[in-house]
């Protein structure tokens, strides 16, 4: 799982779970986005947005991309960018996935733990951390929404940034027969691909120094066409996909 950073100020084990994702056209820089780690039966997974991988009516296309990855447990400012092909005789290396609904907009891609950095910090979640049916998420509650805005971020430490959020939609539900549930944040681009969590209130032991319940991925904003711009503010509201999609993309 990485090792921890063990000198300084203590850093919460969330922050080193995310990791800032840019694209690429061969050597020319497209976007940014946010990312966080899954790890499954000794796997290692990059989670993200689909449409980060891949965006057709935008006509998207990067073949790799680059992670910010944190090297070494004695100093957090220090950092490097891991590169990672998308595509190896022209087909994709990142999985997608589908319902009765449509595409679904979570990505996952598969690393090579042999091939990251010597000395590379970071946590991952697992399945241990997705959402279990018998637990209630009450509509209001807070979760939180971890990644890189913009492209804003801690650039000393390397380290993403967070923005409260609210559950706005009823939560198990598939809003409008879609596999996410809304949430009432203020966001931004270069947010697409972040987790959203909730805090988990009792210890338990499986979830390790990460006591944090894994329910979304955060994918877009959502605004009405028939919105007046000059008049009407946007809704605030964005769409989140249930995470338990990562079952079903991390099956080996």
């Not at 449409?51 to 006509?59: A, G, I, K, L, R």
């Not at 999985?95 to 091939?115: C, H, N, P, S, Y």
């Not at 006591?211 to 946007?234: C, N, Q, Y």
Request: glycine residues 8%; charged residues 25%; proline residues 6%.
């Amino acid at each position: 799982m990485g090792e921890p950073a063990r000198t300084g100020p203590v850093i919460e084990s969330l922050f080193l779970t995310a990791a800032k994702i840019f694209t690429f056209d061969r050597s020319k820089p497209l976007t940014n986005a946010s990312g966080f780690f899954f790890e499954r039966d000794e796997r290692l997974f990059l989670v993200t947005s689909r449409h980060v991988m891949f965006d057709e009516p935008t006509h998207h296309n990067p073949d790799r991309i680059q992670v910010e990855i944190h090297v070494d447990p004695e100093n957090v400012t220090r950092s490097t960018g891991f590169s990672i092909p998308l595509y190896r005789d022209r087909k994709s290396l990142w999985r997608q996935g589908k319902d009765k609904a449509g595409e679904i907009d979570v990505a996952v891609i598969e690393l090579d733990r042999e091939a990251l950095p010597k000395g590379t910090v970071y946590r991952a979640f697992c399945p241990a951390h997705l959402h279990r049916a018998d637990e209630v998420v009450e509509v209001g509650a807070s979760v939180l929404v971890l990644g890189f805005p913009l492209g804003f971020h801690d650039t000393l430490h390397h380290l993403p940034v967070v923005r409260q959020a609210g559950i706005a939609s009823s939560f198990g539900l598939r809003f409008q027969g879609e596999g996410y549930f809304l949430t009432d944040a203020r966001t931004h681009r270069g947010g697409s691909g972040a987790p959203v969590v909730m805090r988990v209130p009792r210890p338990e032991p499986e979830l390790g120094d990460l006591p944090w319940r894994l329910l979304g991925v955060h994918s877009a904003r959502l605004d009405m066409i028939t919105r007046d711009t000059k008049v009407d503010e946007a809704l605030g509201l964005n769409c989140a996909w249930y995470a338990d999609i990562l079952l079903t993309l991390t099956e080996a």
